[in-house]
């Protein structure tokens, strides 16, 4: 029972563990930031960076990007709370017995931050032949992915 618990909350921390956003900085450029689960780690952040770039690529009407600049960040940690004790005892004609056993509560807390500084070209354009296809970056799906945004990092 313990262990279907464990995978159920491991699952729904999977579902939502990431977000991506978008900064315009010109007709072409923009910086993007994206934010993942400790789950993820920093290779999470970065995925979820690069699917960011790719969809504000495709909504500004681009179809490629190289990515210019970067910059992490990892402020996750872990500490472990009171936690809880729990004593069983038993009685018997020696006398009464006692065992406590205390489990401490771990909590992870924070997040992988990525950012990335893209530059967005059309197909055609000279600069485009060395670019990311933004397309590719996101599937098959790429449309599903420019509706839904980025919230996971798998």
């Not at 990007?65 to 809880?84: E, K």
């Amino acid at each position: 029972m313990k262990s279907i618990i464990l995978l159920a909350i491991f699952g729904v921390t999977l579902t939502a563990c990431a977000s991506g956003s978008a900064v315009r900085t010109s007709q072409n450029t923009a910086i993007i930031r994206a934010s993942a689960a400790p789950v993820c780690g920093g290779i999470g952040a970065a995925a979820v960076a690069e699917k960011q770039a790719a969809i504000e690529t495709l909504k500004s009407g681009f179809d490629r990007y190289i990515i210019t600049g970067s910059a992490s960040a990892n402020n996750v940690s872990v500490s472990q709370t009171i936690g809880r004790a729990t004593t069983y005892g038993t009685y018997n004609r020696y006398g009464y017995t006692a065992q406590t056993t205390f489990t401490p509560q771990t909590v992870v807390s924070g997040a992988h931050e990525q950012s990335f500084s893209i530059v967005m070209f059309r197909n055609g354009e000279p600069a485009a032949r060395n670019a990311i296809d933004a397309k590719t970056v996101l599937g098959e799906n790429w449309e599903k992915s420019l509706k839904n945004g980025i919230m996971t990092c798998t």
